[in-house]
């Protein structure tokens, strides 16, 4: 970054989050009909859940996952970040819910960030003749309609034999999601049932095209592979994400993988 430009990356920045701050109250179609303004939290909750097909979800088999690069792990490459623009980040996006950092193919950090206020993404720019720049992009999250949930562990064959894919009505049919990069669905794949029901659900009332990225640091050891992946989904109005452990015994099908800590997420967003 332009260590010599302070002026002009911070009015970048003040540019970038311009009267995202103040938290509005909840729209008025939120709001039943005599509600007052501070029941707006629950009424938001409702109409999400009202605006919810009632159909399964499209359940995804494990795949490969995609090829990565031997690179640093994720603290490593955010600490490449300048520490005005981690700062900054951290700032716009609140509490921290989960978060990674990777190296794009030229070997510049950028970072994800899903915080209690918003969902931050912060990438590098091209900065000719100068020291490389970045731009920092905040979507602020619903007041109100943060969901946070934790999910139990064991293995992904046990609990599709325990319980329904996902919840739906006789005869329901089959909703599906566009997943862009289309490789998403080996990833999601690889989750529990429940937590690919919980991850998708938001966006089935919309245009069915949502975005994928990831993170993910796998770990050989002699008795097991340990594999941290951490998976966010976003289109124009919801989020959702995952972070979540597994473990894998030499030979076994991913299907067998033991999960540790899963927890998940899902909000809707302010349009932008």
Same mark, same amino acid.
């Given at each position: ?25 909840? !729209? ?7 509600? #007052? *303004?501070?029941? /707006?939290?629950? =009424? @938001?909750? $409702? +109409? %999400? ?90 979507? !602020? ?7 946070? #949930? *934790?999910?139990? /562990?064991?293995? =992904? @064959?046990? $609990? +599709? %034999? ?111």
């Amino acid at each position: 970054m332009d260590r010599g430009d302070d002026t002009g990356r911070d009015e970048a920045w003040r540019r970038e989050f311009a009267a995202r701050d103040r938290m509005p109250e909840p !729209r008025g179609a939120d709001r039943l009909p005599g509600q #007052r *303004p501070q029941d /707006g939290r629950a =009424a @938001a909750r $409702a +109409a %999400a859940r009202a605006e919810q097909p009632e159909g399964l979800t499209q359940i995804h088999e494990p795949g490969p996952l995609p090829v990565a690069p031997d690179l640093p792990d994720r603290e490593v490459c955010w600490e490449r970040l300048p520490a005005d623009v981690r700062g900054k980040t951290l700032e716009k996006a609140g509490t921290v819910l989960l978060w990674w950092a990777h190296l794009t193919e030229d070997g510049d950090p950028f970072a994800v960030v899903l915080g209690d206020r918003g969902l931050c993404r912060v990438q590098p720019t091209p900065a000719a003749g100068r020291a490389r720049d970045f731009r920092g992009e905040r979507v !602020r999250l619903e007041p109100g309609t943060l969901r946070s #949930r *934790p999910f139990g /562990g064991g293995t =992904a @064959a046990a $609990a +599709a %034999a325990g319980s329904p894919a996902a919840p739906g009505r006789p005869g329901a049919r089959v909703e599906r999601l566009r997943l862009d990069p289309a490789e998403a669905q080996d990833v999601l794949g690889h989750f529990p049932l429940d937590v690919q029901d919980f991850l998708q659900r938001p966006f089935l009332a919309g245009n069915r095209s949502v975005r994928a990225d990831w993170y993910y640091l796998e770990s050989v050891e002699p008795d097991q592979t340990a594999l941290f992946l951490v998976m966010c989904l976003t289109d124009d109005r919801h989020v959702t994400a995952v972070e979540a452990r597994r473990t894998l015994a030499p030979g076994a099908t991913p299907d067998r993988a033991r999960w540790h800590g899963i927890t998940c997420h899902q909000a809707r967003l302010v349009p932008r």
